[in-house]
């Protein structure tokens, strides 16, 4: 297991992508953890530009004190795949919005794993990027209850906004 830095700092999720261009997107990843408390890494990591580090990265990740990895890549989207060879920690997927196909070719790359090596996949772009992010709250909660109770924070959140301004009409 990793051990804590001098500051205390000891990531238990890391967010990967493919290239930086997938930051204006997985910043939302970034963010959503951050705003649980989540002691996270981003990093930028190629399945194809860098399969050596792709491969040592998934093959440490759990040795390091790693317990959930995001994955984004965008076109021929295998980085989450790759990643989730070398590992057996879940690996979510995050398909970029694509200019060619505006994202169904990541989509269908991430999601379509043959059977034997699983790739929870999300949604495209933004919404794949913060439902990771929650989704892996959600599965550390399992062992860090002080984030289990922001989880549970934030859904009770969501639920009183929408019931304490039901009538569209009124703007916020
Ligand atoms: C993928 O190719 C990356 O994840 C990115 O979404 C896409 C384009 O990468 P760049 O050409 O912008 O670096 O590997």
């Known amino acids: 297991m990793s051990k804590k830095d001098k500051n205390g700092f000891k ?3 890391a967010v990967i992508m493919g290239s930086q261009s997938d930051w204006e997107t997985m ?22 530009r860098s399969p050596s580090l792709a491969a ?4 440490s990740a759990e040795s390091r004190g790693l317990e959930v990895v995001i994955a984004a890549a965008g076109g021929a989207a295998h980085l989450a795949g ?23 070719d990541s989509l269908l790359a991430t999601v ?20 990771a992010a929650l989704l892996a709250a959600s599965i550390v909660a399992l062992n860090h209850p002080d984030v289990r109770e922001r989880v549970r924070a934030f859904r009770a959140e969501q639920t009183n906004a929408v019931l304490a301004q039901p009538d569209p009409a009124i703007a916020e």
Do not use: W, Y
Request: with cysteine.
């Open 82 to 104: 790759v990643l989730a060879a070398h590992t057996t920690l879940p690996v979510l997927g995050v398909p970029m919005r694509s200019e060619a196909l505006n994202g169904l």
């Open 27 to 48: 910043r939302h990843a970034d963010e959503t953890l951050a705003k649980f408390g989540i002691d996270h890494e981003c990093r930028v990591i190629s399945a194809h």
């Open 11 to 13: 990531p238990i999720v």
């Open 112 to 131: 379509q794993m043959p059977g034997g090596i699983p790739v929870g996949t999300l949604a495209i772009g933004k919404p794949g990027a913060i439902n």
């Open 56 to 59: 040592e990265f998934g093959s």
